[in-house]
């Protein structure tokens, strides 16, 4: 498709990034928005500012919602850039044709941006720990990769109680992990430092091993009698963040989870992954206490002006219309509890995930914490009902580097199976979704 | 053919691919399912309930199936344009059906028009259980 928007040169981009109505839209694969290097550029990541929207997503024929839903105006310029001109050029022409009236396109950004090192670019932090499904086809098929030095890795398929998600189809090479190996079936928390070490000794792991986990997202129905069935990618995070708590040292999540995998057009199998035991986990466990926090920590932390806890739940449950679960009773909030507004509900992280189940852009996380107060300069324990969308923001916090975050384990279930405690129902004031106050 | 009667399922399948197949993108084609959205008629007399709402879709969207004259009868809701297209498209080929046809309808046009592949997955995940939705209403009346 020939590309008929004006094109920026990289001197007129740096003087452009002055404008405050300036707006730059990246449509590489995020992996590579996030900091991966998929051309060998020098420097890894972003142009400093610019959002995420990979051309892969022009195919949606909802793509246009996504635009909007990131607040792309088309009342101010845009500049769009990528690895090549074809998608540029491709993703430039869509938003002419759906109104942008100031459309331009770059097309140095690896020879003219990533080589000058004065000019401004961004990356997750822990980009390395959020890995894309080509990456992990190279570690399968070489045995090696970029940004892994180790000799020995184990890739996971999580799921919960559901093992024949993995019978239907798993990358090559990968165990089964049940989330239930590493939770506690009656508190649904972590299990204790001598189960842990036992079982990742089993599955192969020490704490030297590289770990590569990823579920697959099969339409959670909250009806079903065990919706954490069809949440298999929650339940790797879940995993992940029990496995960096026990002391591995190098865990990674497949970015997308299993859709990631098949939208690259990689094949999955039925044969089953071979585990290869190890002998001895290699460290104590937990090798990362403080990635958990318990009951009276977290007591302490509501206490502290220095602190949050960051309730990773939906609307419905922070305001106590529902539990969100069809084995909790009580409903409510914690009081003094952060809003971290999962999405629809206890088995779906929508405002932590991308369309197709990548992680959202990680601007767009800090931002939507920012609103709420949940800061890089406090501790902040992420919780829900009982760890798992508490997991997945914790990860993503961690992605960010922040230093103290960690997740309250046993989140509402624990909390309001103790009469003691104090619940809160209603819309607080001011509301977290907008700051309004009550009138 | 009765005055109850109606084209079938699959021809109605093949005018919606058809008018589809005519869209030179996939901008085009958003269009076209706004357009559906628009003309889809929601009930205004509280279908916006827990049961009938689907879960865990992007947008908020609510169907209700009732079974009258032993026909299935359809009504929908969505803030989500969109959405509302699509639920547009399912109810002109579905409602007032009789519940083993609804039961039994092989949704190709789904695929045909491509968009089950060119939904982003979290949509085509919703699109799924909103078909599940309506066949699982069906199968207890068939």
Redesign the interface.
């Known amino acids: 498709m020939a590309d008929a928007t004006t094109r920026v040169s990289t001197d007129e981009l740096r003087g452009l990034l002055d404008d405050p109505r300036l707006q730059l839209v990246d449509v590489r694969p995020i992996d590579a928005y996030n900091g991966w290097r998929l051309r060998g550029e020098a420097r890894g990541g972003h142009i400093g500012g610019a959002r995420t929207l990979p051309a892969k ?10 635009v909007r839903a990131k607040g792309i105006d088309p009342g101010r310029p845009l500049v769009v850039y990528g690895y090549d001109s074809e998608d540029t050029g491709r993703v430039a022409e ?1 938003f002419g ?2 109104g942008y009236g100031d459309v331009r396109t770059y097309h140095e950004f690896v020879d003219g941006w990533c080589a000058d090192a004065t000019l401004p670019m961004d990356r997750l932090p822990r980009y390395t720990q959020l890995v894309s499904p080509g990456w992990l086809k190279q570690l399968l098929t070489t045995g090696t990769a970029p940004e892994y030095s180790g000799d020995r890795f184990v890739l996971c398929h999580a799921h919960y109680r559901n093992r024949g998600d993995y019978e239907k189809g798993h990358i090559p090479g990968a165990v089964d992990l049940d989330t239930n190996f590493l939770e506690s079936p009656e508190t649904w928390n972590r299990r204790s430092p001598a189960e842990l070490e036992k079982v990742l000794e089993a599955l192969g792991i020490a704490e030297d091993t590289t770990v590569v986990l990823y579920g697959r ?7 079903d009698p065990y919706p954490g069935s069809a949440a298999g990618h929650l339940g790797a995070f879940r995993c992940a963040f029990i496995m960096l708590y026990a002391g591995v040292k190098d865990v990674r999540i497949l970015n997308g989870g299993l ?1 990631s995998w098949l ?1 690259a057009g990689f094949e999955v199998t039925t044969d089953e992954g071979a585990r290869h035991p190890v002998e001895e986990f290699g460290a104590q466990v937990p090798g990362a206490p403080e990635l958990a926090v318990d009951l009276p920590e977290a007591k302490a932390i509501l206490a502290s002006d220095d602190a949050n806890l960051v309730s990773v739940r939906s609307w419905p449950e922070y305001i106590g219309e529902v539990s969100g679960y069809n084995y909790i009773e009580k409903k409510g909030r914690i009081p003094g509890s952060v809003y971290g507004d999962c999405g ?2 206890a ?2 992280m ?1 405002n932590y ?1 991308n ?3 990548t992680t959202r852009e990680y601007h767009e996380i800090e931002a939507s914490w920012r609103r709420v107060g949940v800061t890089p300069d406090k501790h902040n324990a992420f919780y829900c009902g009982t760890g798992w969308r508490g997991s997945e923001a914790f990860f993503n916090a961690w992605l960010l580097g922040w230093p103290r975050v960690s997740v309250y384990d046993g989140g509402w279930f624990e909390w309001s199976n103790d009469p003691g405690n104090p619940i809160e129902t209603g819309v607080p004031d001011p509301d977290p979704r907008t700051g309004a106050t009550a009138v | 053919m009765s005055s109850g009667e109606r084209i079938s399922p699959a021809a109605v399948q093949d005018e919606i691919i058809a008018e589809m197949s005519g869209l030179e993108d996939w901008l085009a084609k958003y269009e076209y399912l706004v357009a559906r959205g628009r003309e889809l008629r929601t009930p205004g007399d509280g279908i916006r309930t827990e049961e009938n709402a689907i879960a865990g879709c992007q947008s908020s969207v609510w169907i209700r199936a009732e079974l009258r004259d032993g026909r299935v009868r359809l009504a929908a809701d969505s803030d989500a344009m969109i959405t509302r297209g699509i639920i547009a498209l399912l109810l002109r080929v579905l409602d007032g059906r009789a519940p083993g046809v609804v039961a039994g309808t092989e949704l190709y046009f789904l695929d045909r028009t491509g968009l089950r592949t060119h939904l982003s997955p979290a949509r085509a995940n919703g699109l799924a259980a909103m078909v599940r939705k309506i066949r699982t209403y069906a199968e207890e009346w068939t």
Not at chain 1, 57 to 66: K, T
């Open positions: 997503w022009a195919d949606y024929v909802d793509w246009i919602e996504i869509l044709r759906a997202f099969s339409f959670p129905d909250n009806l859709q939208d629809s509900d088995y779906h929508e995930r369309l197709d189940h």
